[in-house]
């Protein structure tokens, strides 16, 4: 009776995910909501415990139960690697199983890393989506987190058909199956801490966020590792073709640019002298006032000649000093070499 209400609601949930429409989240309001309601499940209740979790347990337990929920993952990776028909990949992650089951201590070791045995992770909402199923509607499930129609469906699959901790329920240790079930998402979460972090310091929407990395992730899963190019653009915010991808401007319009591109930046000393040029300028900085005025080219070529002139008439007054300042040091020098002269004949 279970397998018919699993069949039944896997067909539903396909159907629903085959009449789904471009836009992967047409159900953003529900989503939000209850993204909301997970995040502050998670940041009051959850995320305290994971961090206690984390603060109280060495550093080998918790490798040790990470690993342990891992190896009773690789029984879901094989079948979904024959689901797929990767049989080479199947054969290796029973090798996993087995070479962690038994030399790993039911798994709290993982041996099979050690000897660079790949690992692959696989499950049924992989294998429609290999098998050509659409992705469908995103979804945020209550505690879990993201999610979409097929994967939903898909993780219904696997906690039915070949999780081993279920098996627990169904034989009637229904109390050691919450234990368990309690333990593997405590120590799910305190694996995500690092993560979850990341995501409210560096991400202004972190719904968004979180929306575009799980898909993203779960397209590439299923290519082995490819990530479609329409995913990798933003397809939930359509570009507004209306907008032109570049302006061209018009030749006066660029030498504006140019000009306004060239021109220095002023800062607080030129905005002074500009302030003290009001009360007094020069015939230089009123030479400058008229350039900038656009003056006809006749008008400050008349200009120039007299400051020529005044910058003549200033050097000219400075040379005597030279001269004489090169005289005296000409008559410094005869007069010492007389004297050496003088003192060799007397000699």
């Known amino acids: 009776m279970k397998t018919l209400k699993a069949i039944v609601l896997t067909a539903v949930l396909l159907s629903v995910s085959g009449c789904a429409t471009t836009n992967k989240d047409p159900l953003e309001g529900i989503n939000r ?17 994971a961090k206690a979790y984390k603060a109280v347990a060495p550093t080998p337990v918790r490798t040790g139960i990470s690993n342990f929920f891992s190896n009773l993952g690789t029984l879901t990776t094989v079948v979904n690697d024959l689901l797929q028909l990767k049989f080479a990949q ?12 038994t030399f790993g201590i039911a798994g709290f070791i993982d041996v099979a890393s050690m000897d660079k045995i790949e690992k692959h992770q696989e499950d049924f909402g992989q294998t429609m989506g290999y098998w050509g199923v659409g992705s469908g509607a995103y979804l945020v499930l209550p ?69 575009d990395a799980y ?17 990798l653009q933003d397809e939930f915010e359509p570009a507004d073709e209306d907008v032109p991808s570049h302006t061209e401007l018009t030749p006066a319009a660029a030498d ?3 000009l306004q591109s060239a021109a220095p930046i002023e800062g607080p000393e030129a905005q002074a002298a500009e302030g003290a040029s009001v009360t007094s300028q020069s015939p230089v900085q009123a030479l400058e006032v008229s350039a900038v005025e656009a003056e006809p080219a006749e008008e400050v070529l008349e200009a120039l ?10 050097t000219s007054e400075e040379v005597p000093v030279v001269e004489q300042e090169s005289a005296a040091i000409v008559a410094g020098i005869d007069e010492t070499l007389l004297m050496l002269d003088a003192g060799v004949s007397a000699q």
């Open 33 to 49: 909501g209850i993204y909301k309601f997970n995040d502050v499940a998670d940041r009051y209740a959850i995320k305290p415990v």
């Open 215 to 231: 898909l993203q992730r779960r397209a590439s899963l299923i290519q082995d590792g490819l990530v479609p190019k329409e995913l």
């Open 143 to 211: 505690i879990i987190g993201p999610s979409t129609v097929r994967d939903a469906s898909g993780l219904f699959i696997d906690t039915v058909t070949s999780d081993p901790i279920t098996y627990l329920h169904n034989t009637g240790q229904i109390r050691a199956h919450n234990q368990v079930r309690a333990v593997q998402f405590l120590d799910k979460r305190t694996q995500l801490l690092d993560a979850t972090d990341l995501v409210d310091d560096a991400s202004i929407d972190p719904y968004a966020f979180m929306r």
């Open 256 to 258: 504006a640019v140019l």
């Open 90 to 101: 199947a054969f290796t992650d029973a090798g996993r199983f087995v070479i962690n089951s």
């Open 305 to 314: 000649p007299p400051l020529l002139e005044q910058a003549d008439q200033s």
